[in-house]
């Protein structure tokens, strides 16, 4: 009698990383740290990777600007969650979504803005689950620019945590 497959332990995150960046892919967010003066095309390709494999993701952005200001992000494709007065200013939430190519263009000109200046921490939601990413994963990967490798997995029976790094 044959045994039943073998069920796939599911990863509770998957960390890649180097010297300049690192991702961190969990099943409701992606966390992306950059260093200093990171490559602007490294960054590009990077977010286009990261919007081919799941476009429904998003970034929610606060902006502080004039009240004018805010009509131009939308007519980028932000869509604006909520606004308020800050003295001469207005502080905008917008979100920006991953499948309108205009706003991820523009949202990947003000990040390569931020990284000149210093270290940038960006949180990305996403439907990512166990395929996902690990598609994510091995995109990334081709990208050559990460060579540590951490993935924590759930192990089904216990509930517990393993934790397994590959270089």
Request: contains cysteine.
């Amino acid at each position: 009698m044959p045994s039943p497959p073998a069920s796939r332990p599911e990863p509770v995150s998957i960390e890649i990383s180097g010297s300049s960046a690192s991702i961190l892919l969990t099943q409701g967010s992606i966390n992306i740290w950059f260093g200093r003066k990171f490559d602007r095309l490294l960054l590009s390709r990077i977010l286009l990777i990261i919007s081919k494999v799941d476009s429904t993701t998003e970034h929610e952005k606060e902006v502080l600007c004039r009240f004018e200001e805010i009509s131009e992000f939308e007519s980028n494709g932000y869509i604006l969650t909520s606004y308020a007065r800050k003295q001469d200013r207005y502080r905008a939430i917008f979100v920006v979504p991953f499948s309108n190519s205009r706003a991820l263009e523009r949202f990947m000109e003000s990040l390569s803005l931020e990284i000149e200046k210093e270290d940038v921490k960006i949180t990305l939601y996403w439907r990512g689950g166990r395929v996902r990413m690990n598609i994510m994963k091995e995109e990334l990967s081709t990208l050559g620019c990460f060579n540590i490798l951490n993935v924590v997995y759930r192990d089904d029976q216990t509930g517990e945590q393993i934790r397994r790094e590959k270089p």
